[in-house]
């Protein structure tokens, strides 16, 4: 059984550097197709996809937000870190992982399945 | 920026089938994802690569593309369908990323 679960501060406060861990069980990052994304999506908003990491260690990033978000990943623990520099209110939202999963076909493409697992999410507000 | 558009909202009787449309420019190229986020609930996945039904997913969830547009069906709606709705899919004009849809709320009358 596939299962997520974030963890991290409740409250931060502006300027702040965010940290958000993703731990994970029933499949590995290291096993090839297996991919981690982190979305977040603001009070009555929709959602907002953040960053993925793949099982070859490549990482992608919604290229507004850039160059304040970096993510990792530790395998031998089933984690993956997100972290957000000078976080501002805007950034107050409910933050989740979810497992992307990737399948390689015949002709050695990479297929997208989508985003099949995710975690409960957990809630983050920034204030002074 | 690439923007995958929906419907603000769909309004369908018991029984009756709502469609859901979300528009975007490389969705001849890419493919479109479902996922359906009850209230206060983590999202699920509906639909994946336009049209095929994950595991434990009802057969009354349909998917279907036709050129910018694609298409998320639910036949036969129930109580319980009642939810937000959100399409994604990737842009891959520039740096590679995931977009999701601007969010479709369905109610059940």
């Known amino acids: 059984q596939v299962t997520l679960r974030e963890s991290g501060p409740a409250l931060v406060k502006p300027t702040q550097t965010l940290t958000l861990t993703c731990t994970f069980s029933?499949?590995?990052?290291?096993?090839?197709?297996?991919?981690v994304s982190w979305i977040r999506q603001p009070p009555g908003k929709a959602l907002e996809w953040l960053a993925l990491i793949d099982w070859d260690d490549d990482k992608y990033y919604n290229t507004s937000l850039k160059t304040r978000l970096t993510i990792s990943k530790d395998t031998s623990k089933n984690q993956v870190v997100l972290t957000m520099t000078n976080m501002d209110p805007v950034d107050t939202a409910t933050y989740y992982c979810?497992?992307?999963?990737?399948?390689?076909?015949?002709?050695?493409?990479?297929?997208?399945?989508?985003?099949?697992?995710w975690g409960p999410g957990t809630t983050v507000t920034v204030s002074s | 920026s690439y923007e995958l558009t929906q419907p603000p909202s769909v309004s369908v009787s018991p029984g009756q089938t709502a469609r859901i449309t979300c528009s975007g420019d490389?969705?001849?190229?890419?493919?479109a994802y479902w996922y359906q986020q009850k209230a206060g609930q983590a999202p699920v996945l509906v639909i994946s690569k336009d049209s095929e039904r994950p595991s434990g997913i009802p057969e009354r969830f349909s998917g279907s593309s036709s050129g910018t547009t694609v298409t998320l069906t639910i036949s036969g709606v129930q109580a319980e369908d009642e939810a937000d709705y959100y399409c994604?899919?990737?842009?891959?004009?520039?740096?590679?990323?995931?977009?999701f849809g601007t969010g479709t709320k369905v109610t059940v009358l």
């Open positions: 490389a969705l001849p190229k890419q493919y």
């Open positions: 994604q899919s990737a842009d891959s004009s520039g740096t590679y990323q995931y977009v």
């Open positions: 979810a497992r992307t999963l990737f399948e390689q076909q015949l002709d050695r493409t990479w297929v997208d399945y989508g985003m099949d697992v």
């Open positions: 029933g499949f590995s990052l290291s096993t090839s197709g297996m991919c």
